[in-house]
């Protein structure tokens, strides 16, 4: 059974920083794209950024570029995001969510989410 | 960017309703679309991919059709258990972005 379980939530300073992890079990993590969404108290889902299996290819939206980074450890079936210069509007629920492929690419498992509160 | 626009963005119908929410995408992305369900404080499921296919598991009176860019995702006979936001997630980019609708609110009358 696939599980997705994210950890490193808390309640940050703006400009403070903050590394979310999320720990994947019951499939082959190596060969899964991987992605983090975010929602805003709320508000829609927000895809955040996107790994490649082998970590050669990231994308992020615009908004967090230069600031976050993803990253994974395929010997430890890990995924990270890294997040800097953090601001207000970064409060969210931060998932990450494994890809698949074959008939495009969409997130068929989540995990529960960690929360991100960005205030002083 | 690939925009994702979804109508209506609230709905509200009794139970036994059709419901029909709409996703149109602002560049043709054949039938790679997804569309999910998210009930308060969980996190999104998959119901449906490539436009139209049954994610396993998921009860028979969800449907989805459409291709290009307007997608339709159809409740045939709404149940209490539906009471959820529905989000449409467009499936083609490469490499992936795959942004989301702004999501479809259904409420139970």
């Known amino acids: 059974e696939v599980h997705l379980v994210e950890s490193g939530g808390s309640l940050v300073q703006p400009g403070g920083s903050l590394r979310l992890s999320c720990a994947a079990s019951?499939?082959?993590?190596?060969?899964?794209?991987m992605s983090w969404v975010r929602q805003a108290p709320g508000k829609g889902l927000q895809w955040v950024a996107n790994i490649k299996q082998d970590g050669s290819e990231r994308y992020y939206v615009d908004s967090v570029k230069g600031r976050f980074t993803v990253s994974r450890d395929n010997t430890q079936n890990s995924l990270y995001l890294q997040m800097n210069s953090l601001r207000a509007e970064d409060t969210a629920v931060y998932y990450c969510?494994?890809?698949?492929?074959?008939?495009?690419?969409?997130?068929?498992?989540w995990g529960q989410g960690t929360l991100v509160t960005v205030s002083s | 960017d690939m925009q994702m626009t979804q109508s209506p963005s609230f709905v509200s119908a009794s139970v036994g309703d059709r419901v029909t929410i709409t996703c149109r995408a602002s560049q043709d992305i054949s039938r790679w679309l997804a569309w999910f369900q998210q009930k308060p404080g969980k996190a999104p499921k998959l119901l449906i991919y490539a436009a139209s296919s049954l994610q396993s598991g998921v009860p028979s009176r969800f449907s989805g059709s459409g291709s290009g860019t307007d997608f339709s995702l159809t409740i045939s006979s709404l149940q209490p258990e539906d009471s959820a936001t529905y989000y449409c997630q467009q499936a083609n980019s490469s490499p992936p972005g795959l942004s989301f609708g702004g999501g479809t609110k259904v409420e139970i009358k």
């Open positions: 969510a494994r890809i698949e492929e074959g008939s495009g690419y969409y997130r068929d498992f």
């Open positions: 019951g499939f082959t993590f190596s060969r899964y794209w």
